[in-house]
């Protein structure tokens, strides 16, 4: 087994320590038209039968484009036409894999060039500057007999608005049966299908036309095994994605439902992490293959803010570049992303990245065991290093087209430049978290995961009372900087949204870290040990007692026995169920007495006067 920032057998060495992708020159791409076409007439040369035309076969299937944005709306324009983009040449080696690449041809202050392929019969913007480098034919060189040809992995595919299958194929939501992107009537055909299915029906041997391709532009070395008479084999990249929970001493969790991209030149393909982190990409690869983890899935896509990063890298998910790995290093790899104390660094935002999603995850099954809703179902999520609030659910996207909405921005991200404010206004998030803590040191897994439970639970929340219940408490945020007072007008919105952030944010980390007791003690305690408070909205005012006016400690006095006498409260209400106070959190909850009512009156009054004392001892 093989760890990702020093694998075994790993093509280039270690990370520079300006953090800076270096690459090689290569001389020859195998795959442009010119050097296929040539390949072709090789093979036809030995096995041709006479009277045999390939006249009809299409002899380019994409354009290999370098992009040029000159400035953030070129970029928005490029990454929302939905290609696959690199900002490395793709017919270049690796050979210093680090954080980031820059074209050494660019001042450091420039947008560095954007690399894709582009399907021939698709058209290029004409708002952005961009070069034609190669007219490239590709095709499924592992398509035939039992195998039909799979999807052109470059198709451009927005995703945006769309729903996603089990294998992350976007398709129109609601149709049956599914209408694909890349089905889609009227649209252009698939020509990375149409060449393999041509050359299949014309009786070439896929697998040697692309050796002999690889042959003569000197790459004989990744040549396949067409007979299995050598010791060449492909091999499908396979391994774990694991990251550390610094709050457990170190122990490496798996990260779920990450996705995981495998490329070699134009080669693409990916996949996502189970459960236990595991992938197997589904292409096999013969010598080489490039490595990326994005962390994103088909519901939800983590972006960074970071001075480290360059303010291109906004606009796309964050990604962890784990390097090129050469033959038996594809077999077992593993990629371990730890703790990093500095939050301002890529090490950082990858870590909690990974956490995010692990979070997400076990947000979905927590609230699937509890009869609840899952988190909303397309989350944009912004990780940053302090130019955010400490953490927030605007759901920007609910407001977008107000007079709120650069408030809003300006609340939860104050110190973003200009710039920046363009990404993050095209990609709006729906909750945002700062790294830091009270000081610059990143904030422990358990009080991260804790964090995004919370905003999670008021994703859940929005998606049941909609847009304008959850603009009105955006507004009432930003024009009182934060929760205000109890007193403040319209805080009983607050009481009631902020109570379900907390109380989730408790219960669900108490589960996560239920075989860890220290942790567990602590979310037992925020959640139990709750005092009344008409000052403070929530504080800590001893290792084990809290105080707030916002009610958090009543929903769990509703599920549990008893309750201690130092926070003197009266507790005789028990037997509440999660989905059951869910229940009461409707669009016409916008105090806690009106919640309270709506709870009773979908709950068969259970408990009425026990749960009325209960209300009443929390201040409301």
């Known amino acids: 087994m093989l760890a990702c920032e020093e694998p075994i057998d790993k093509v280039e060495p270690a990370v520079p320590e300006d953090h800076k992708t270096q690459l090689s020159v290569v001389n020859s791409n195998p795959f442009t038209a010119g050097n296929m076409k040539v390949a072709l007439e090789n093979v036809l040369k030995k096995n041709v039968s006479s009277g045999r035309t390939l006249a009809d076969i299409p002899s380019t299937t994409h354009n290999y484009v370098r992009f040029a944005p000159q400035n953030e709306d070129q970029l928005i324009t490029l990454h929302n036409w939905g290609y696959d983009l690199y900002d490395m040449p793709l017919d270049q080696d690796i050979t210093n894999s680090g954080e980031y690449f820059q074209d050494p041809s660019l001042p450091t202050s420039a947008i560095t060039y954007q690399y894709t392929l582009v399907p021939a019969n698709y058209s290029l913007p004409t708002s952005v500057p961009y070069t034609i480098l190669n007219q490239v034919f590709l095709f499924d060189e592992n398509a035939g007999d039992e195998q039909?040809?799979?999807?052109?992995?470059?198709?451009?595919?927005?995703?945006?608005?769309?729903?996603?299958?089990?294998?992350?194929?976007?398709?129109?939501?609601?149709?049956?049966?599914?209408?694909?992107?890349?089905?889609?009537?009227?649209?252009?055909?698939?020509?990375?299908?149409?060449?393999?299915?041509?050359?299949?029906?014309?009786?070439?041997?896929?697998?040697?036309?692309?050796?002999?391709?690889?042959?003569?532009?000197?790459?004989?070395?990744?040549?396949?095994?067409?007979?299995?008479?050598?010791?060449?084999t492909q091999v499908n990249p396979y391994g774990y994605v694991k990251v550390a929970d610094n709050s457990i001493g170190n122990v490496m969790v798996p990260v779920k439902y990450v996705e995981v991209k495998a490329r070699r030149f134009f080669k693409l393909a990916s996949t996502y992490t189970n459960e236990t982190g595991y992938f197997a990409i589904p292409k096999s690869y013969n010598k080489k293959a490039n490595i990326v983890v994005k962390f994103r899935n088909n519901s939800i896509t983590v972006r960074g803010i970071s001075g480290l990063l360059k303010f291109w890298e906004y606009a796309q998910a964050l990604e962890k570049e784990c390097g090129l790995f050469s033959e038996a290093a594809m077999q077992g790899i593993n990629i371990n992303i730890g703790y990093n104390s500095n939050a301002d660094t890529y090490g950082a935002l990858q870590w909690a990245a990974a956490h995010c999603m692990n979070t997400h995850f076990d947000m979905k099954q927590y609230s699937l065991a509890n009869g609840l809703p899952g988190p909303y179902y397309s989350l944009n999520v912004w990780i940053s290093s302090a130019v955010t609030q400490a953490a927030a659910a605007p759901m920007l996207r609910a407001i977008a087209g107000t007079s709120a909405l650069n408030q809003a921005i300006s609340h939860d991200l104050p110190t973003i430049t200009a710039q920046t404010k363009k990404l993050v206004e095209n990609w709006l998030p729906d909750i945002t978290l700062r790294l830091q803590g009270s000081g610059s040191t990143t904030r422990n897994a358990d009080v991260i995961n804790n964090t995004f439970f919370h905003e999670f639970a008021h994703s859940q929340h929005y998606d049941k009372v909609g847009n304008s219940y959850w603009a009105s408490y955006i507004a009432y945020i930003v024009t009182n900087g934060g929760y205000g007072n109890k007193t403040t007008s319209g805080s009983g919105r607050i009481a009631v949204g902020e109570s379900w952030g907390n109380y989730i944010g408790g219960t669900f980390n108490r589960t996560k870290y239920q075989s860890y007791q220290t942790i567990f003690n602590k979310e037992r305690d925020f959640l139990e040990n709750q005092k009344r408070s008409d000052t403070y909205s929530i504080r800590q005012i001893s290792s084990t007692l809290y105080e707030g006016w916002i009610p958090w400690g009543m929903l769990h006095d509703m599920t549990d026995v008893g309750e201690p006498t130092s926070t003197a409260i009266t507790d005789q209400v028990s037997g509440y169920s999660m989905s059951g106070m869910f229940r009461g959190y409707t669009n016409s909850a916008t105090t806690v007495q009106t919640l309270k009512s709506n709870i009773l009156s979908t709950n068969s009054n259970s408990q009425a006067t026990q749960v009325n004392t209960l209300v009443s001892s929390y201040g409301w």
């Open 148 to 232: 039909d040809p799979v999807w052109d992995p470059w198709v451009p595919d927005p995703g945006d608005g769309y729903c996603y299958d089990e294998y992350g194929q976007a398709y129109i939501c609601n149709s049956s049966p599914r209408i694909y992107l890349r089905q889609k009537a009227g649209g252009p055909e698939d020509l990375y299908v149409k060449v393999t299915k041509q050359l299949l029906a014309e009786g070439i041997n896929l697998k040697e036309l692309y050796n002999e391709a690889l042959r003569i532009s000197g790459f004989a070395d990744e040549m396949i095994d067409v007979d299995n008479t050598s010791s060449r």
